[in-house]
């Protein structure tokens, strides 16, 4: 059993951080690719970030420049650091890895339940 379990999120004021964590936790052999997913009221599921084994990191447009994604290999664990927040980035937050349970396993995709942003003042 693999679980993403997500933490960090809450209520901020425009221009506000916040730090967003994501632990992997089960029978885990490796972890690959490690991203983070938004999604708003009424909107579609959209890609924020994504951070490879070696920390190679890519960025949606919007949020380059004030979102930093980084990981814990050891923790099996990946984060959000949200600087200057706006409203538009208000959403629930998923964590989403690439994971073997085995050396011989394939590649799992995981997604973890979410965790609420609110942006307001």
């Known amino acids: 059993q693999v679980q993403l379990v997500e933490s960090g999120g809450g209520l901020v004021q425009p221009g506000g951080s916040l730090r967003l964590s994501c632990a992997a936790s089960?029978?885990?052999?490796?972890?690959?690719?490690m991203r983070w997913y938004r999604q708003a009221p009424g909107k579609e599921r959209e890609w924020v970030a994504e951070i490879t084994r070696d920390s190679k990191t890519l960025y949606e447009l919007s949020v380059r420049g004030r979102f930093t994604i980084s990981r814990d290999n050891a923790k099996n664990t990946v984060y959000l650091q949200m600087d200057t927040l706006k409203p538009e980035d208000a959403a629930v937050y998923y964590c989403n890895a690439d994971l073997k349970r085995s050396q011989t396993d394939r590649l799992i995709n995981y997604w973890g339940q979410g965790t609420q942003v609110t942006v307001s003042s």
């Open positions: 089960g029978s885990i052999f490796s972890v690959n690719i």
